[in-house]
């Protein structure tokens, strides 16, 4: 057994490779206390492995829990990328789960009749549609997947913008477990990738992870999964609203490369991309543009520079170059977090009530009560530097139904 002395260590360096730039309220306090847990298992795993523990977990500003449950209990939340080598090392950590969800985004010259589009839903819901011989699986009802349907207000500069735009938000679930191409991206749900996969039992729970020509292979299945979503969107649009203007298809949920994951916001691959930038319903959305981030004047103002040079990390974090997808979870009865308890490997968290009556001793996040915020994201990621708002999104309406 890991001496306790040992642990903390380990610990307390996962957390000086946490980079958290959120915002000072409980989804965010729930991810910084939980986060360190992740990459200090990844730490144990490197050094095993014969490699240089320098795991990093950097946040956007909408960072918050994950509601899969076995990411959580792995020490992972939700709004950032994780980091555990240069890109092509053959070594793939299998608990941050990537799923390839993302978000299209599409122009449209008048807005749609919302009756013609539930018709529209029932009916290929109803009928049998294939990509690439893969039965499509529609989940625009499950989770926080949606349909949203937009007017556009510019507020930059774009010549010739489409009056609405949607956006609709989905994965490939079809891929989780095993399927007709063999093993599927979800440890826990594919026989195969199970048997494939190592295991190992570290301090902070047990890590599943890919080495070799293996974790080449899951690679190169990701970015097949990773393109089958991108079409299944594509198809869903095609079949909604026939003629459209496509603005953006990125995914906010998914492996960059061997070694990095986005979870929960979109990767820079460069400055031109529109994303869409999603509130909650009652909100407007936003089309913004990232810019490159993190710039050394915010890197200084968030306070990362001396930690981060001290560590190796600064260019990592100058090249993190990712932005919020959304605003995230916000947990309206909590405060914060008071500490974490760990009893027989199960780590449980004293958080601090908002009515002041005492505290409450939680380990599942899925089934708390929770909100989605508002433009206080959009707010933080203005103020840090990493976006410019090129529209404002104004909600119409929003399709959830089965």
Known sequence: MLKRDL?????????DHCFFAGLNDSGA????ANFPYGIAGIHYL???LGMEPNASFISTPDMT???NTDRWKSGFGYGGKISWGKGDDD?????TKPNACGMLTGGLEELPEIESLIRKLHDFEAETAVIDGVKVTWDFYKGNHFIDLFEVNPVAKIDSFPPYAFVIHSSANEFRGDNKLGFGLYYDESEQLYEMAEH??????KIHYLTGSDAKKYFERYQ????FA??????????LFEKYVEICNETHQGLINLNEIVLGCYYLKNLKTLFPFTLRGDLPAYLVRGKSNLSPESIESLGFEKRARRLGLYDRLLGSNIIPHGGGYVFPDILGVNRVIEVDGERYFEVEMQNGRGEKIISEVRELPYEYRGRTVVLRALEIGIIEIIAKLIPQYVLKIS
């Open 7 to 15: 642990k903390g260590e380990i610990l307390q360096n996962a957390k």
């Open 29 to 32: 306090e729930l991810c910084k």
């Open 46 to 48: 490197q050094h095993h």
């Open 65 to 67: 829990i994950t509601r």
């Open 91 to 95: 070594f793939v950590v299998l608990n």
């Open 200 to 205: 190992i039992d570290t301090p902070f729970g």
């Open 224 to 227: 097949y999964v990773e393109s």
């Open 230 to 239: 991108k079409r299944k969107r594509e198809l869903a649009a095609e079949l």
